[in-house]
């Protein structure tokens, strides 16, 4: 009861539960997003107006319910503001209204990615942030970028699952008349958004072989012989990672034995792992992991099976990331090389919101500073595209300070 007047909430909690059948509402693997969308067209339409996604656990509320007679109240305002000529809400510096389609909740890359937009996008900062985790599925992905459009937030930010299929939607937002913002892995079908905020995932593939090249020369190791993990399919990231990386390989007549998808996962990568040493035992000796939980499951596989690993291992262990637990195994030497991609966007995103607030025009491609981190001091520098690298050895100052 709410000013002496009973309310009606609707709670939609935990994975595709709710308290309608999957046939009410358009049927396959429902997604809290579907019900929503469904239930705007139900019989709960006349509550009409907007639904507040809340992170962790998804609770959904029906906002509007509470908040009919203030959001009726706001669209006046916004009329008459627009009438008069003053500000629309979000360039007058009032609450800035963004929607977040992350990919998922797959690695602990991605935890500090969404971490990092909740922090920076919160409400103490004036930001009213809806938050979709499209558990890495690019039919929700999509469906959660039109929901933003119908609720007509101020800014949609977008990790693209994957790189394509992108074009439609983009020119819907465009339509709309909402500026996107891209993050981390890239799109490579449209160029329908403001900006990029993300890394150079193939020059990440060019260290890890620049590096294994020196490596491999300076232990004098002549034969190489690489089993990859990738990431997930059809994401920049596994595309760039796993081009740049063949590019090394194939200059320096390498053998990549195999190379399948670990989907960014521990799991994934420990599957893999497993499956490839029943079919390569005793015939490999470096394995390259595209994100480090898929390097944690790979080392358990291993390690089940009595390979040694890492520094003092007969196989070479390269992973990419570089997140805290990641690098905790390069200092105690389990992962050789670990080559960092920095998930912390969100600050640089701010900034391309506020040029945009101030009627300026951002950069299109903002790219993220990472390093590249190693056990031994064999090597001080690679050679990345022409250009002297560092490397860093791990220490635990590095360590704590990691994301
Ligand atoms: C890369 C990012 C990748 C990470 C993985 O920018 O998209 O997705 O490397 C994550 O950890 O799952």
């Not at 959904?60 to 627009?82: G, H, K, Y």
């Not at 800035?96 to 990615?113: L, M, P």
């Not at 103490?124 to 599925?137: A, E, H, R």
């Not at 003092?312 to 905790?328: K, M």
Request: glycine share 10%.
């Amino acid at each position: 009861v709410i000013d002496g007047t009973e309310q009606k909430a609707l709670f939609i909690t935990g994975k595709s539960h709710c308290d309608r059948s999957a046939d009410d509402c358009g049927g396959g693997g429902l997604s809290q997003y579907r019900v929503v969308q469904y239930l705007c067209q139900s019989e709960y339409a006349e509550y009409g107006g907007s639904a507040k996604f809340f992170f962790r656990g998804i609770r959904l509320f029906w906002a509007d319910v509470f908040e009919t007679d203030d959001a009726a109240a706001a669209d006046q305002t916004e009329d008459s503001a627009e009438a008069a000529g003053t500000e629309s809400s979000a360039a007058s510096g009032d609450t800035v209204t963004i929607g977040f389609a992350q990919v998922g909740h797959e690695s602990d890359w991605r935890t500090a990615s969404t971490d990092s937009c909740l922090s920076v996008f919160s409400a103490d900062n004036g930001y009213d942030l809806q938050f979709v985790d499209c558990d890495n599925d690019s039919a929700v992905q999509l469906e959660a970028v039109r929901g933003f459009i119908e609720q007509d937030v101020d800014y949609i930010i977008i990790d693209p699952i994957v790189s394509t299929g992108w074009d439609t939607v983009l020119t819907e937002c465009e339509e709309a008349g909402i500026p996107v913002i891209v993050i981390d892995r890239t799109i490579d079908d449209s160029d329908k958004y403001v900006s990029w905020v993300g890394s150079n995932f193939k020059t990440e593939g060019l260290a890890a072989g620049e590096w294994l090249k020196a490596y491999t020369g300076a232990k004098g190791i002549s034969d190489v012989n690489v089993l990859v993990i990738e990431g997930s399919t059809g994401a920049s990231a596994t595309i760039g990672r796993t081009d740049g990386f063949k590019e090394i390989a194939d200059a320096n007549g390498w053998n990549i034995l195999d190379s399948q998808t670990g989907d960014f996962t521990q799991a994934g990568g420990q599957e893999v792992m497993e499956s490839y040493i029943k079919s390569y035992e005793g015939k490999f000796n470096v394995v390259v992991c595209q994100n480090d939980n898929e390097a944690f499951g790979a080392m358990d596989a291993m390690k089940a099976a009595g390979i040694s690993y890492g520094v003092d291992g007969d196989v070479i262990l390269v992973s990419f990331d570089a997140c805290t637990a990641g690098l905790e195994y390069v200092m105690s030497g389990d992962i050789n090389a670990d080559f960092e991609c920095n998930p912390l966007a969100a600050p640089f995103v701010e900034e391309v919101i506020k040029q945009l607030q101030a009627g300026e025009t951002p950069e299109k491609e903002v790219y993220m500073t990472e390093h590249w981190f190693v056990n031994e001091d064999v090597l001080s520098t690679i050679n990345v595209n022409g250009e002297d690298q560092d490397l860093t050895v791990v220490t635990k100052e590095i360590v704590d300070a990691q994301y």
